[in-house]
Every structure is written in C-alpha cells, then in structure tokens.
C-alpha cells in the first residue's frame, strides 16, 4: 500500500480519483478530494496520472 496526498489547491473537485478508486478518495465538504485510505501501489499511478491538474502524488 502507498501513502497518496491531494493538493487541495490545485483540486478541481471533478471526480475522477473518486471514481476511479472510492474506497480511497472521497470529496470533503467543498468539493474537493481528499485520501481516506492508503491506496494500492499496482493501480494508483494510473489514477495519478489521470488527474487532469496535477493535483495527486505519492
């Protein structure tokens, strides 16, 4: 497992992380995600790399 972290700043709250793995992203109260959980290091890089601002790393 690897630890992940949004950039809250650079979130733009569409969703894609959330879709893509809800059992560790969810949106905070302003739309934005946020980590709840470590995130499976086979599939997170792709999720990484699909956020469209940048705003997931390891």
Do not use: Q, W, Y
């Amino acid at each position: 497992m690897v630890k992940v972290t949004v950039n809250a700043d650079a979130c733009i709250g569409c969703g894609l992380c959330i879709s893509s793995m809800p059992d560790v992203f969810a949106f905070d109260d302003n739309g934005k995600s946020v980590v709840i959980a470590d995130a499976d290091e086979a599939t997170i890089d792709d999720v990484i790399a699909s956020c469209p601002v940048g705003a997931i790393s390891r």
